[in-house]
């Protein structure tokens, strides 16, 4: 929890973020995933100063845990003086232990944000999905949390101006705007109404900017100008000297499939799926219409 000091912003943890989305669609599979297709709506999860603390933090919570499709579990929430914003322990259950920063019995507006990434941890935990390493798995959680309806909340608690700052989760608020938008463009929703921080607007908008770009890498027929071009002259030489000679890295890879090299032979190109960025391998071969096995999106490209 960034309160006061200074907040991280670009996208440090991009490909740990797309990998994250690779496996919630592997764990869960495209129609769990689909199952989330309505977001948390901003009046189930509100708070006001008005509001008893104990019984909105169990109101939020259970709302949460409904989202999330966790009927039989509970969530115990307490308040106690922490560094970090919140924490949960991961328990066999139905009973889980969540405790939140003091600062939150003044700051009840972020309290939905905190439990949304607290009860994520809960959900993951059941799933067994996990990434090697508390970082990536604390990537993991936020990237969830957001791509499953819920982590909207957690880019909104994201304020920030010439005097104070303040940010929740792991991701940076791009990153946050990032995977709402990959969640927006498979879902159609329009997130931009819910925010209540106009910083939490103008990351995501940043977020939706970098997510459109992904579905305008080549081999891709959405590609711009200068990618084709570079895309071209990578296939012309892989054609006539073997794909081993090209830098790897990029947003696409040749490979020699089955048959002869050639323009007429097995040359084939893999890239990540805009969606789920899963790697996808087809034969190159002018214009080919692939559809991703774990997504199932269907990709117009020019290989």
């Given at each position: ?266 040359l084939r190109v893999a890239f990540a799926c805009p969606t789920c960025q899963q790697r996808i391998r087809v034969p190159v071969r002018g214009r080919v219409r692939a559809r991703c096995g774990l997504c199932r999106t269907v990709l117009e490209c020019d290989t």
């Open positions: 929890m960034a309160d006061g000091g200074p907040v991280v912003h670009g996208y440090p943890h991009l490909e740990t973020v797309r990998t994250a989305i690779t496996a919630l669609y592997r764990r869960l599979s495209y129609d769990s995933v689909h199952s989330f297709a309505s977001s948390v709506a901003p009046a189930d999860v509100a708070f006001a100063d008005a509001d008893d603390l104990y019984l909105g933090v169990q109101r939020v919570a259970r709302e949460l845990v409904r989202h999330y499709r966790l009927p039989d579990a509970r969530m115990i929430v307490s308040f106690r003086e922490m560094r970090h914003a919140a924490s949960v322990e991961l328990a066999a259950g139905p009973e889980y232990f969540i405790e939140l920063n003091d600062r939150f019995r003044t700051h009840r507006r972020d309290i939905g944000a905190a439990l949304a990434h607290e009860i994520m941890h809960v959900y993951l935990h059941r799933l067994d999905l996990s990434l090697p390493g508390t970082r990536d798995n604390e990537i993991l959680t936020d990237t969830a949390a957001t791509y499953l309806g819920a982590g909207w909340l957690l880019l909104d608690a994201y304020r920030e101006d010439a005097a104070s700052s303040q940010k929740l989760g792991y991701l940076t608020p791009e990153e946050f705007g990032y995977v709402l938008a990959k969640r927006s463009l498979v879902f159609g929703e329009g997130p931009e109404t819910w925010f209540t921080s106009p910083q939490a607007f103008s990351a995501y908008e940043k977020g939706l900017a970098q997510a459109r770009h992904d579905e305008r890498q080549p081999p891709l027929t959405a590609a711009g100008w200068a990618g084709r071009r570079r895309y071209a002259k990578d296939r012309r030489y892989a054609q006539d000297h073997g794909p081993r000679g090209l830098t790897p890295g990029g947003p696409y890879a040749f490979s020699a499939g089955e048959g002869p090299q050639g323009r007429g032979g097995g």
